[in-house]
């Protein structure tokens, strides 16, 4: 029974990691721009990614396996988990979150910015002739790349030396779950501290991005920006254009048979008209395709179907920014539970000891992981929130230093050196996500679970102690626990081990993620505010930029088109030459409408 179900768990695992490698390739090719895509970057992104979601995934599986050790009813350890077998699984469990991190950190610090060089050293004109070779990108990218592998083995370096914490003189670190909580292995401070570092690098990118996310989200359900399709701006649009057309022919009847030709302002003038039809002319082009005007069926009808559910649209808004502010809730509580009566203050991150106000988040996923896999979907559609909010708050706000924006991220003109960047911040972002689930949003849950243990005392040293007779002695599992009856039960998740690791031995680490916390709550609150009394706007010089650049590449692909024409006309094919002809004529007409250059 204990090995079906453990299968079961790790079966359930693998779909989740399956479904997130298909979020992160729709993700991949959703944002990435279909002009510059390059295969390798598209693959290292959506690796990387489905590597980082993996990641936190693996929490709700170390809950299940740990809690499948203990009977909640009675406190105890089930009769198959015996010491040996409960070490068989946080040992397996180690060895996946040993993996995972250890992949996580050299996609984000070599893989990632090796291909970002490699990218950046291709040369389009010395590609083509035949000067460039693939060796000469690979060791270039190399030569870049180097720089990163200084940076991680210096980083392991002050991580083996560094001293760790020093205040360890309190009744607090005598309990049993803080004394193996410090860290007397060099190896294992150097790993700790390289995790303390990037997760406290991705909280700073956490409170920025995350945060406005988190409100920005549920807002863009709730109020979007109008369509390009949208009826009063299609007839705008149709009417300045009527209006663009009529200046134009007065322009042209006015100076008909002028000696000396049309006046130099008149003329001025004119260019201008000509050049406002033409940007006008395509936003009716791109009003009447977001109608579906020109598509085939099936595109139509997904146009209809989209504005029937609409509405659904709506409720799944309002919904998501209940969950917010619910979640919003529970971490301002956490926090302040934790500011209170953390039992070490900030010696240790402010690990809590026991949870002395009532959170809703933690008390539904307590409850939930009593039936697995229902706490497995809520965690899957809890990590998918925060991560979608990651990337609404990167696309709002963009890749910046300081007040300068780098890349854009956008839907269809992503650059590639912009994915790679935005992967690299969403790597980090994620690990500071997978410290805020454990240690603020469902603290409880995340380090024990269900697990109970039977406090009625034992009658010999060594005996389990037996509550069949006394359920009112039941207790839940903390860190605060003591006794025989915790000591041989209450087994803490992997994970949570691995962060109060980095809190209790580096408290600076801890002390920062913390408090950062408040500054994400803060964030949120003015974003979220702000937003509410904003609304959304059409940047139309933003679009009139994108069709401008489809435009010109369809007029590449055209003139394509007429030299495949022209090479067929050599080889006496005329009926492909008058059709590719044919395109040209009408991709020039419906360029200009009319308009005389």
């Known amino acids: 029974m204990a090995l079906i179900q453990m299968a079961f768990i790790w079966v359930a695992y693998a779909v989740a990691v399956g479904l997130v490698a298909l979020i992160a390739a729709i993700f991949t090719y959703t944002y990435q721009t279909p002009r510059d895509r390059s295969a390798l970057v598209s693959t290292v992104t959506i690796i990387t990614l489905t590597s980082l979601l993996a990641t936190v995934l693996l929490l709700p599986v170390d809950i299940a396996l740990v809690s499948s050790t203990t009977s909640t009813k009675l406190g105890a350890k089930k009769d198959w988990a015996t010491p040996e077998a409960v070490h068989r699984i946080l040992v397996t469990l180690k060895i996946v979150y040993y993996s995972l991190y250890s992949f996580d950190a050299i996609l984000c610090l070599l893989v990632v910015p090796f291909t970002y060089f490699f990218y950046e050293e291709y040369d389009d004109v ?46 607090h670190y005598d309990l049993d779950y803080f004394k193996r909580l410090l860290v007397e292995n060099h190896g294992v401070r150097a790993l700790t501290f ?6 406290s690098l991705g909280t700073l990118l956490y409170v920025l991005y995350t945060a406005a996310g988190f409100a920005l989200l549920p807002i863009s359900f709730i109020k979007s920006a109008p369509s390009i399709s949208a009826p009063q701006l299609s007839e705008t649009t149709a009417t300045a254009l ?5 200046r134009q022919r007065q322009l042209e009847g006015r100076n008909v048979g002028r000696d000396g030709g049309m006046p130099a302002k008149d003329q001025r003038e004119l260019e201008a008209l000509v050049r406002e039809e033409r940007t006008l002319v395509r936003r009716e082009r791109l009003a009447a395709e977001a109608q579906g005007e020109g598509k085939s069926f099936i595109v139509r009808s997904w146009t209809k179907l989209c ?84 990337v609404a708050g990167i696309a709002t706000i963009g890749i910046r230093f300081l007040w300068v924006k780098l890349f854009e991220i956008r839907k269809g003109h992503t650059s590639p050196q912009a994915m790679l960047v935005a992967t690299v911040m969403l790597t980090l972002i994620m690990l500071a996500i997978n410290y805020s689930i454990a240690m603020m949003v469902a603290p409880q849950y995340a380090i024990y679970g269900a697990q109970t243990f039977c406090s009625h005392p034992t009658r010999f040293p060594g005996d389990q102690p037996d509550c069949s007779k006394h359920p009112e002695l039941v207790k839940p599992c903390s860190e605060l626990s003591s006794g025989e009856g915790s000591k041989h039960v209450c087994t803490p998740t992997v994970v949570t081990t691995f962060l109060n690791r980095v809190t209790i031995n580096f408290s600076f680490f801890g002390a920062l993620t913390f ?83």
């Open 242 to 246: 009527e209006a663009n057309r009529e």
């Open 194 to 199: 390289a995790l303390g570092l990037l997760i």
């Open 126 to 171: 010395e590609d083509e002739e035949g000067t460039q070779t693939f060796g000469q990108r690979f060791l270039g990218a190399l030569k870049y790349t180097v720089i990163f592998v200084v940076l991680v083995v210096i980083l392991f370096l002050v991580g083996f030396f560094v001293p760790v914490a020093k205040h360890r003189k309190g009744a």
């Open 307 to 390: 504005a029937i559910f609409r509405p659904l649209k709506l409720i799944g808004g309002i919904l998501l920014l209940i969950l917010a502010i619910i979640i919003w809730v529970s971490m301002l509580i956490t926090g302040i539970d934790k500011a209170k009566n953390s039992i070490c203050k900030q010696h240790c991150g402010y690990i809590l000891g026991n949870i002395n106000v009532f959170q809703p988040v933690n008390w539904i996923f307590v409850q939930a992981s009593r039936v697995f896999p229902i706490d497995y979907v809520l965690m899957l559609l809890l990590v998918l929130f925060f991560f979608s909010s990651s």
């Open 515 to 597: 408090w950062a916390q408040f500054v994400f709550l803060a964030v949120f609150l003015i974003v979220f505010i702000t937003s509410l009394f904003r609304t959304p706007k059409l940047n139309l010089s933003e679009l009139d930029e994108d069709a401008e650049a489809d435009e010109e590449e369809g007029l590449l692909a055209s003139t394509g088109r007429r030299f495949g024409a022209t090479w067929q006309d050599i080889r006496g094919k005329t009926k492909n030459t008058a059709r590719a002809a044919g395109r040209g004529i009408r991709g020039d007409d419906n360029g200009h409408d009319g308009a005389d250059d």
